[in-house]
């Protein structure tokens, strides 16, 4: 019998080819990397980081107020100095009578009682309708929630445009025309749907715990309400107000349909016919820029009453939606 062939050796090139170990005592070859943190070269780079970041900031910040200064600036200077070739960008030989013409005018006093009205009656309504619904929708499970929710949406998607015909036959059949009752429910109908979804977010961060540990100590379910969860959501009620504020107080289209009136006329329809009237005598761009200032100026002195909560309300009613 012959003996058994010995089993062949693995090729050469198949075999793995192992890494040679390394020696006891060779130091490892450094990797190169950038800058460390806390060195030099990473602090410069931070720091050219942040001054171009604030460049930018600075930049975007005179963009978005030029306009408004642009406004004011010419609202302060006279017709022959704003009609020059050469514009003007400081503030020097200004005069106030521009101002003086618009007040003196005719209509100005009545649009402005006109718009204030429409506004109050407006935010007050909107707050109201909208914080009751949001209470609803966030706090309470009810037989058809999800079909409010979407009919809410859908009301939201409808353009405006389309309603102006059956906007104007509902209140000419309810003699609603050229007053503020009427312009004020289309205002509301027009602001509360998205008004309820701004107040949600804010109801639904505060926890209903908060209430039940207050009905434990003895507290009412409206007791609870009031004293725990109401001023939580003031910051919330606040944004919402300023948002309701400003879209009826900048409102034109709604209030030219269902303001036919030249004695009923907000300040947006005023400025209208005000421009309207100067161009026939050659529009002075010095009138019409002091009324636009005039008419910005409510809603400034509204912002500075209310900014701190509005800010403090904006952050909190988006952490939890």
Request: hydrophobic share 55%.
């Amino acid at each position: 019998m012959s003996a058994a062939s010995a089993p062949s050796a693995p090729s050469a090139a198949s075999a793995p080819v192992a890494a040679p170990p390394a020696r006891a005592g060779t130091p490892a070859v450094p990797t190169p990397a950038g800058p460390r943190r806390g060195t030099p070269g990473g602090r410069t780079g931070r720091r050219v980081r942040r001054a171009l970041l604030g460049l930018l900031a600075v930049v975007v910040a005179v963009v978005w107020a030029f306009p408004v200064y642009w406004m004011v600036l010419s609202s302060l200077l006279p017709s022959a100095r704003l009609r020059a070739s050469t514009p003007t960008f400081l503030p020097t030989g200004t005069t106030l009578g521009n101002f003086r013409s618009v007040l003196d005018g005719a209509g100005f006093g009545s649009a402005l009682r006109m718009s204030l009205a429409i506004t109050g009656v407006t935010v007050v309504a909107v707050l109201v309708f909208a914080f009751l619904a949001a209470l609803a929708i966030s706090r309470f499970r009810f037989r058809g929630r999800l079909t409010f929710v979407v009919a809410v949406l859908f009301v939201q998607m409808l353009p405006a445009e389309g309603l102006f015909i059956a906007q104007y036959k509902m209140l000419s059949s309810t003699n609603l025309l050229n007053s503020v009752v009427g312009v004020s429910i289309l205002y509301t109908a027009a602001v509360v749907p998205f008004t309820i979804w701004m107040l949600r977010g804010f109801v639904a961060g505060v926890p209903i715990e908060l209430e039940e540990a207050a009905m434990v100590d003895g507290l009412s379910r409206v007791q609870a309400f009031l004293r725990i969860t109401f001023p939580l959501l003031a910051p919330g009620l606040v944004a919402s107000g300023v948002y309701a504020f400003l879209q009826a107080w900048n409102e034109f289209t709604v209030a030219l349909v269902a303001l036919p009136a030249e004695s009923a006329r907000t300040l947006p329809l005023w400025l209208r016919s005000f421009l309207a009237s100067s161009a026939n005598r050659g529009v002075d761009w010095g009138e019409v820029m002091a009324a636009s200032t005039l008419i910005a100026v409510p809603v400034i002195v509204f912002f500075l009453l209310v900014q701190g909560r509005m800010t403090s309300g904006l952050v909190s009613g988006a952490v939890k939606g």
